[in-house]
T-cell receptor, first 112, second 113 residues
Framework: DAGVTQSPTHLIKTRGQQVTLRCSPK?????VSWYQQALGQGPQFIFQ???????QRGNFPDRFSGHQFPNYSSELNVNALLLGDSALYLC???????????FGPGTRLTVL | AQSVTQLDSQVPVFEEAPVELRCNYS??????LFWYVQYPNQGLQLLLK??????LVKGINGFEAEFNKSQTSFHLRKPSVHISDTAEYFC???????????FGTGTSLTVIP
C-alpha cells in the first residue's frame, strides 16, 4: 500500500516565477492538507482540501492556491515566488472522522 | 485557535539514558494531541496520538506520552534511548474537527554514544 507521495522531490525557481507541487494521498484517504516547513521551524498549515473544495485555510496570502481532483490527489500552486517561499512543502492525507494525518516526504523548493 | 510550545529546542542525551521532551499547548476547546518524528530529509512520521480515554499513550519505538489537562501538557518520554532515535520531534495539536494542525517549533534530540 503506497503511502503519501509527492512530486517533484526538489525544485529550483527564481523570484517572480510560478510553481506547482503535486500530492497523491494514501489509499483510502479523501482529505489533503498542505504545510510549509521553513528551515529549523515546525510545519505551518497552508490549507486543507476535501471534496474538491478548500475547507480550511491558514495565514497564507492568496499567492498560495490549490486544487483537489476527483481521485483525491491535490496540487499546490504558488505565484510570484519570493525568496521567503523557500521551504519544504509537506502534504498530509487523512480520512474524514479520523484525525491522524499521514505525511509525504515533501518537496524542497528553493527560490533564487 | 490553538498553539503549541516546545520548551527545549535541543536535547542531548547519552545512549540508554531516559529522555523527556516537553510540550505545552493552548486551546479554548477540547483538543487532540500528537507527536511526530522527522528524520533528516524526510517527512513526518506519527509516533503517538491522544484522542480520548487513558491519559497515558503508548506509541511506536518505545515512546510514550502523558496528557495532563490541568497543566495543558503532553510530554514525550522514552526510558532508554538508542542512537537511531536521533531526529527532530514535533508536538502538534488540533481541535476535534481535525481540519487544522498546529505544530511546535520542534525539539532536536541527539543521542550521544
Amino acid at each position: 500500500d503506497a503511502g503519501v507521495t509527492q512530486s517533484p522531490t526538489h525544485l529550483i525557481k527564481t523570484r517572480g516565477q510560478q510553481v506547482t507541487l503535486r500530492c497523491s494521498p494514501k489509499s483510502g484517504h479523501d482529505t489533503v492538507s498542505w504545510y510549509q516547513q521553513a528551515l529549523g521551524q515546525g510545519p505551518q498549515f497552508i490549507f486543507q482540501y476535501y471534496e474538491e473544495e478548500e475547507r480550511q485555510r491558514g495565514n497564507f496570502p492568496d499567492r498560495f492556491s490549490g486544487h483537489q481532483f476527483p481521485n483525491y490527489s491535490s496540487e499546490l500552486n504558488v505565484n510570484a515566488l519570493l525568496l521567503g517561499d523557500s521551504a519544504l512543502y509537506l502534504c498530509a492525507s487523512s480520512f474524514q472522522g479520523r484525525n491522524e494525518q499521514f505525511f509525504g516526504p515533501g518537496t524542497r523548493l528553493t527560490v533564487l | 485557535a490553538q498553539s503549541v510550545t516546545q520548551l527545549d529546542s535541543q536535547v542531548p542525551v547519552f545512549e540508554e539514558a531516559p529522555v523527556e521532551l516537553r510540550c505545552n499547548y493552548s486551546s479554548s476547546v477540547s483538543v487532540y494531541l500528537f507527536w511526530y518524528v522527522q528524520y533528516p530529509n524526510q517527512g513526518l512520521q506519527l509516533l503517538l496520538k491522544y484522542l480520548s480515554g487513558s491519559t497515558l499513550v503508548k506509541g511506536i519505538n518505545g515512546f510514550e506520552a502523558e496528557f495532563n489537562k490541568s497543566q495543558t501538557s503532553f510530554h514525550l518520554r522514552k526510558p532508554s534511548v538508542h542512537i537511531s532515535d536521533t531526529a527532530e520531534y514535533f508536538c502538534a495539536v488540533s481541535d476535534r474537527t481535525g481540519n487544522q494542525f498546529y505544530f511546535g517549533t520542534g525539539t532536536s534530540l541527539t543521542v550521544i554514544p
